[in-house]
């Protein structure tokens, strides 16, 4: 039975984030805007996946996060990945609000 390496776990983990970012980006671009919402209803389905969406990148976030302090215990090679997952999570926790917000406002455009 093959096992799986601590750092492959955290790369997929880190791919997921991009990956999640990627399909709320691209949700709040193509499909928002197109999904009903009930005339005076303060929110709708769009809404709701979109904070679905939010809510998995953060999980998400938490997980990578949590795999890279994993892999920056272990010591040796692992450290190095560590340091660029790290760098992923911080990346994509800081652009999501800005890129989000940029997305939205060209969507409406």
């Given at each position: ?75 040796g090679r692992e450290r190095l990945v560590a340091v660029g997952i ?24």
């Amino acid at each position: 039975m093959r096992t799986v390496r601590r750092e492959t776990v955290a790369k997929f983990m880190a791919a997921t984030c991009l990956g999640l970012l990627a399909a709320m980006l691209g949700f709040r671009a193509f499909l928002y805007s197109h999904m009903y919402l009930e005339p005076g209803a303060p929110a709708g389905i769009s809404d709701l996946v979109e904070l679905a969406l939010g809510l998995l990148l953060m999980l998400a976030l938490a997980g990578a996060a949590l795999s890279a302090a994993w892999l920056a215990f272990a010591g040796g090679r692992e450290r190095l990945v560590a340091v660029g997952i790290g760098v992923v999570v911080v990346a994509v926790a800081l652009s999501a609000g800005p890129l989000h917000n940029l997305v939205a406002r060209w969507a409406s455009a």
